[in-house]
């Protein structure tokens, strides 16, 4: 039995990230150490465009086709135009994924910018385990509850002092209430329309 609850909580905290990965993440594809700047790297590297193709629906591939061999071109010319051929590649590339996903593109963001539990993440596909996200997942969505938790309660105690004491109250009642109602939403979505 406890195996079972394990591995639900697990599945759960899965399906969990996947929501926050759509929503509180969604530029991780915009980053320079994101998955879609490591692939294009390496296209660049091969000098195969290869790589990056599945990043992009099939109608946008002539395009990136296009911008990849002007990238190749341009760093034909020498050390000086490398960085400025593949930033410019990059951030086509990135465009035009995001726009695949119906997403808009505010440029691309440092390498320092992926979120902690996206990057824990990553590295789980990259290790082939989960466990370090799921204790990192747990921790934080531990943290949260019991962060607006405690806030509520203890503005429950002092809600009828005052019309600002239960106004107060409310306020830490409704965002503990909605944070509870988000993650619930999510560990009950199945979370396939996220395709980052």
């Given at each position: 039995?406890?195996?079972?609850?394990?591995?639900?909580?697990?599945?759960?905290?899965?399906?969990?990230?996947?929501?926050?990965?759509?929503?509180?993440?969604?530029?991780?594809?915009?980053?320079?150490?994101?998955?879609?700047?490591?692939?294009?790297?390496?296209?660049?590297?091969k000098n195969d465009v290869t790589p990056v193709l599945k990043w992009v629906k099939k109608d946008a591939e002539p395009q990136i086709r296009k911008a990849f061999n002007?990238?190749?071109?341009?760093?034909?010319?020498?050390?000086?135009?490398?960085?400025?051929?593949?930033?410019?590649?990059?951030?086509?590339?990135?465009?035009?994924?995001?726009?695949?996903?119906?997403?808009?593109?505010?440029?691309?963001?440092?390498?320092?910018?992926?979120?902690?539990?996206?990057?824990?993440?990553?590295?789980?596909?990259?290790?082939?385990s989960s466990d370090t996200l799921n204790e990192e997942i747990s921790k934080h969505l531990t943290s949260e509850i019991k962060k607006r938790f405690d806030i509520a309660?203890?503005?429950?105690?002092?809600?009828?002092?005052?019309?600002?004491?239960?106004?107060?109250?409310?306020?830490?009642?409704?965002?503990?209430?909605?944070?509870?109602?988000?993650?619930?939403?999510?560990?009950?979505?199945?979370?396939?329309?996220?395709?980052?």
């Open positions: 039995m406890k195996k079972i609850k394990s591995a639900f909580i697990t599945s759960g905290l899965l399906l969990l990230l996947t929501v926050f990965m759509c929503f509180k993440s969604y530029a991780h594809c915009d980053t320079l150490s994101g998955p879609v700047i490591k692939d294009a790297r390496i296209a660049l590297e002007e990238a190749i071109s341009e760093r034909a010319k020498g050390r000086q135009e490398n960085n400025k051929a593949d930033m410019k590649f990059f951030e086509t590339l990135v465009r035009i994924h995001r726009a695949g996903e119906g997403a808009s593109f505010t440029g691309l963001k440092p390498e320092d910018s992926i979120d902690p539990v996206i990057a824990h993440a990553d590295k789980a596909l990259d290790t082939g309660f203890e503005k429950k105690k002092h809600k009828d002092d005052s019309v600002q004491a239960g106004r107060e109250y409310v306020e830490a009642y409704v965002e503990y209430v909605h944070y509870i109602e988000a993650v619930h939403t999510a560990i009950s979505q199945n979370g396939a329309d996220h395709h980052e």
